[in-house]
């Protein structure tokens, strides 16, 4: 092997990739609210048959003691041992259009090492565009549709499904740096950041994997089958209306985010009311207390925490 970050490689088939074929990115990070990114890459790896060109080194890039891998004990005995794996590979969308996909988890280190692998391999296969996903908690109301921060070079993209446009500092990920390399060198890259009710945050929120889909189809043009997921979309909103239903408190919380929602959505060109006067975006802390404060402050209200019962994921 010529480079100690990849701990396989495949010859054969790295030959044999296309050129000019998109590039998905679906890094398992920090911050994943709705499981977006996790329902992408396992979608992806069920639905578009991956096959792995290399594979990197988990030795190199990996902290094993804040991320550590699962292994089964079976009663006297350890057995499937899983590891943590980082890979690119090609796949196939629904109707046979290959794309190359950069999956796993995020590197703990090396992080400028992992990212001119990247940028290697992208200038290798000629990649013609990059695409990535990620998912913040926001005050946004489950019963509108899920809006996005488009970043990168498309400018249509951005003009038609950016809804929220701040100047803010924050924490970056890989996937962040990857894109501003990208950018910086004159490629065709596009970010999405989803913007999740902060209620559902801890859920697999399906509706996330379907936002996440659609924008990987706008941005990189191929074409993925979603009629399970909408199915699964509808009956976890049926079980979300319910709960809510059954809460005079958390009906009067969605109300509130649907006015806020829908008076931003009127005029964008409004200050954002998802955001701090200064532009930066709150913190689960930030949201659990406007929360409080919220419910603590109506007139008819004892107090209470809101959250979701057993079956969709737990209390929030």
């Given amino acids: ?38 329902q992408l890459e396992t979608y992806l790896w069920e639905h578009s048959s991956p096959e792995e060109i290399v594979r990197f080194s988990a030795d190199e890039l990996l902290d094993y003691r804040a991320r550590r891998p699962v292994i089964t004990f079976d009663e006297d005995h350890l057995l499937d041992y899983a590891p943590e794996e980082l890979s690119l590979s090609l796949a196939h969308d629904e109707l046979g259009a290959p794309f190359l996909l950069l999956s796993g988890y995020e590197p703990d280190f090396r992080w400028e090492q992992f ?8 200038h290798e296969f000629e990649v013609a565009r990059t695409v990535w996903a990620h998912a913040l908690p926001m005050p946004v109301p489950h019963t509108r549709p899920i809006r996005a921060t488009v970043s990168g070079s498309r400018e249509d993209l951005i003009a038609d499904r950016s809804v929220w446009r701040p100047t803010t500092k924050l924490a970056a990920s890989v996937s962040h740096v990857l894109e501003y390399r990208l950018h910086s060198l004159g490629e065709e890259v596009t970010g999405f950041a989803l913007l ?45 209306d319910k709960q809510i239903a059954d ?24 200050s954002s009311p998802l955001i701090d006067e200064d532009g930066a975006i709150p913190t689960a802390d930030q949201l659990a207390s406007e929360l409080e404060n919220f419910l603590a402050n109506r007139p008819d209200s004892e107090g209470g925490e809101f959250g979701f019962d057993d079956g969709l994921g737990g209390r929030n």
């Fill in 196 to 240: 999740i009710p902060h209620y559902l945050g801890n859920t697999e929120y399906p509706d996330a994997l379907l936002a996440a889909l659609d924008g990987v189809m706008a941005a990189a043009g191929l074409f993925f089958a979603t009629d399970d997921v909408r199915q699964k979309a509808e009956a976890f909103r049926v079980q979300v």
């Fill in 1 to 38: 092997m010529n480079n100690p970050i990849f701990s396989a490689e495949f010859p054969e088939r790295r030959a044999a990739v296309p050129r000019g074929l998109p590039l998905i990115v679906a890094l398992l990070g920090v911050t994943d609210a709705g499981t977006a990114v996790g």
């Fill in 247 to 270: 809460n005079a408190e958390s009906e009067e919380m969605v109300r509130t985010l649907e006015d806020r929602h829908d008076r931003y959505m009127q005029d964008r060109l409004e």
């Fill in 115 to 122: 990212i001119d692998a990247v940028l290697m391999l992208a």
